[in-house]
């Protein structure tokens, strides 16, 4: 089993940056691949970023260039550092660990451990 745990949410004006980490604990997380998913106001849970345990990672286009995925391994936590922030990036931010399949952009159901989420609101 895996906890995860989101934070480092929070308020923003446009153009300003956040970092989210998710720590994470349980077996054998440190060889999973994880993501980062957003889901905004009455739609659905996008997926935004991915990284595998070789530390591969690949990027929505909506946040490409703008947003960096990383892990600490030392930590046990993975990052989402967050750049050049737009009123669209506001939404609840989730990290999810264990994927079954590599996509682009990373899919919901390919997931299978979640953490509770964050709140991201930017501010035009």
């Known amino acids: 089993q895996v906890q995860l745990v989101e934070s480092g949410g929070g308020s923003v004006e446009a153009g300003g940056s956040l970092t989210l980490s998710c720590a994470a604990s349980g077996y054998g997380h440190t060889t999973y691949c994880m993501g980062w998913f957003r889901q905004r106001p009455g739609k659905g849970r996008e997926g935004l970023t991915m990284l595998d345990n070789n530390g591969d990672t690949s990027y929505a286009d909506s946040v490409k260039g703008r947003f960096i995925i990383s892990r600490d391994n030392a930590k046990n936590t993975l990052l989402l550092q967050m750049n050049r922030l737009k009123p669209e990036d506001t939404g609840t931010y989730y990290c999810?660990?264990?994927?079954?399949?590599?996509?682009?952009?990373?899919?919901?159901?390919?997931?299978?451990?979640w953490g509770q989420g964050t709140q991201v609101t930017v501010a035009s």
């Open positions: 999810a660990a264990q994927c079954s399949r590599w996509r682009i952009p990373p899919q919901p159901e390919d997931f299978t451990y």
